[in-house]
């Protein structure tokens, strides 16, 4: 079955939030070697050179936008505090990932949805973090082989970008479920209009097509819920948190350019749901930048896939030209185009 365009993917709303949060520090994509993972130095890049910066797609000649910063936010799998343990490999699956592309070229934020269940090149490390090399499995599984703190983030953070053809992923973030309420709360609130009608068992005013005004009550569901004993619902599950993540942007936004300090100190209390190398007067830069970029339900993105049904569990399997033309389109500019 083909996965359909922006019914399919759809982006969590906190991805939306640490857009604004994560542009200055330096965390890319991390190597093979454990101690690149766990003892990262601040303000480095992991990738430096490689053949991302001049590209051939359908016969013409591509350079990578050097503007860019590309945020790599994931939503865990899990209700308990984010801590760092010296085993690898118990860490928690990422169960939802968005890359979040600054684009100060084009003045645009530009937002790529990747199911979890992307098979891709996952790298692969023992309890005592020593790599076992890489295998195709569920893109989600990267961040389980690591520390559940920053040896997890980059080693998701490296098969992001791998995947996509080794640009460069700047900054990270991860958050919990325990978020989403207090998420929903801090912009007082997200009114949406429901995409479908995957939770009107449970919740009668969650029907397709309702516009609804989501609270303590119903974010959570709205955001995260999916009935695993059927196949294919993250499909859903996505279109839900896309409509809330349109919302809350707006929200946030307004919000940031009112209330600078006072968003901070709500993050900040936020922190042990929440691994990011964010700092205070990042942020406070990143607000004002944010203030000249646009962002418009048009610049969310998906990549074409197939859904299958594994012997283990659901599998994406992308469509290699819809991979390509997206790299293109996010990361790259025309060679010869006049600069701005």
Same mark, same amino acid.
Request: include cysteine; aromatic fraction near 10%.
């Given at each position: 079955?083909?996965?359909?365009?922006?019914?399919?993917?759809?982006?969590?709303?906190?991805?939306?939030?640490?857009?604004?949060?994560?542009?200055? /520090?330096?965390?890319?994509?991390?190597?093979?070697?454990?101690?690149? =993972?766990? #003892?990262?130095?601040?303000? !480095?890049?992991?990738? %430096?050179?490689?053949?991302?910066?001049?590209? $051939?797609?359908? #016969?013409?000649?591509?350079?990578?936008?050097?503007?860019?910063?590309?945020?790599?936010?994931?939503?865990?799998?899990?209700?308990?505090?984010?801590?760092?343990?010296?085993?690898?490999?118990?860490?928690?699956?990422?169960?939802?990932? %968005?890359?979040?592309? @600054?684009?100060?070229?084009?003045?645009?934020?530009?937002?790529?949805?990747?199911?979890?269940? /992307?098979?891709?090149?996952?790298?692969?490390?023992?309890?005592?973090?020593?790599?076992?090399?890489?295998?195709?499995?569920?893109?989600?599984?990267?961040?389980?082989?690591?520390?559940?703190?920053?040896?997890?983030?980059?080693?998701?953070?490296?098969?992001?970008?791998?995947?996509?053809?080794?640009?460069?992923?700047?900054?990270?973030?991860?958050?919990?479920?325990?978020?989403?309420?207090? =998420?929903?709360?801090?912009?007082?609130?997200? !009114?949406? !209009?429901?995409?479908?009608?995957?939770?009107?068992?449970?919740?009668?005013?969650?029907?397709?097509?309702?516009?609804?005004? =989501?609270?303590?009550?119903?974010?959570?569901?709205?955001?995260?819920?999916?009935?695993?004993?059927?196949?294919?619902?993250?499909?859903?599950?996505?279109?839900?948190?896309?409509?809330?993540?349109?919302?809350?942007?707006?929200?946030?936004? /307004?919000?940031?350019?009112?209330?600078?300090?006072?968003?901070?100190?709500? $993050?900040?209390?936020?922190?042990?749901?929440?691994? /990011?190398? $964010?700092?205070?007067?990042?942020?406070?830069?990143?607000? %004002? =930048?944010?203030?000249? @970029?646009?962002?418009?339900?048009?610049?969310?993105?998906?990549?074409?896939?197939?859904?299958?049904?594994?012997?283990?569990? #659901?599998?994406?399997?992308?469509?290699? %030209?819809? @991979?390509?033309?997206? $790299?293109?389109?996010?990361?790259?500019?025309?060679?010869?185009?006049?600069?701005?």
């Amino acid at each position: 079955m083909k996965v359909k365009a922006k019914k399919t993917y759809g982006i969590l709303l906190i991805s939306i939030l640490l857009v604004f949060l994560l542009l200055i /520090t330096g965390c890319s994509a991390g190597s093979s070697q454990k101690k690149d =993972l766990s #003892d990262r130095e601040e303000n !480095t890049t992991q990738i %430096e050179e490689s053949d991302y910066h001049n590209i $051939i797609y359908k #016969d013409k000649k591509y350079v990578y936008n050097s503007q860019i910063t590309a945020v790599l936010y994931s939503g865990l799998d899990s209700d308990s505090e984010l801590v760092t343990s010296n085993r690898y490999t118990i860490a928690p699956r990422a169960d939802s990932i %968005e890359l979040i592309v @600054l684009d100060n070229y084009h003045k645009v934020i530009r937002v790529l949805a990747i199911s979890r269940d /992307t098979i891709t090149a996952v790298e692969r490390y023992t309890m005592n973090g020593n790599s076992r090399g890489k295998y195709d499995t569920q893109l989600g599984y990267a961040y389980v082989y690591g520390d559940g703190g920053k040896a997890s983030c980059l080693n998701l953070t490296q098969a992001v970008s791998e995947m996509l053809g080794g640009v460069p992923i700047h900054e990270y973030a991860v958050t919990n479920n325990a978020s989403v309420v207090a =998420l929903n709360n801090m912009v007082g609130g997200i !009114t949406v !209009t429901v995409p479908n009608d995957d939770l009107i068992a449970d919740y009668p005013e969650l029907k397709k097509g309702a516009v609804v005004a =989501l609270d303590d009550t119903n974010v959570d569901a709205f955001v995260r819920w999916r009935d695993t004993s059927i196949p294919y619902t993250n499909n859903g599950r996505m279109e839900r948190q896309q409509a809330f993540s349109s919302a809350f942007l707006q929200k946030f936004k /307004t919000l940031i350019e009112k209330d600078t300090e006072g968003v901070w100190n709500k $993050i900040e209390s936020m922190s042990p749901y929440m691994e /990011t190398s $964010i700092t205070r007067n990042q942020y406070l830069k990143l607000a %004002e =930048l944010v203030s000249n @970029l646009t962002f418009s339900e048009e610049d969310y993105y998906y990549i074409d896939g197939e859904d299958i049904q594994g012997e283990q569990y #659901d599998e994406v399997h992308l469509d290699k %030209e819809s @991979l390509e033309k997206t $790299i293109v389109d996010l990361f790259y500019i025309e060679d010869g185009e006049v600069e701005k």
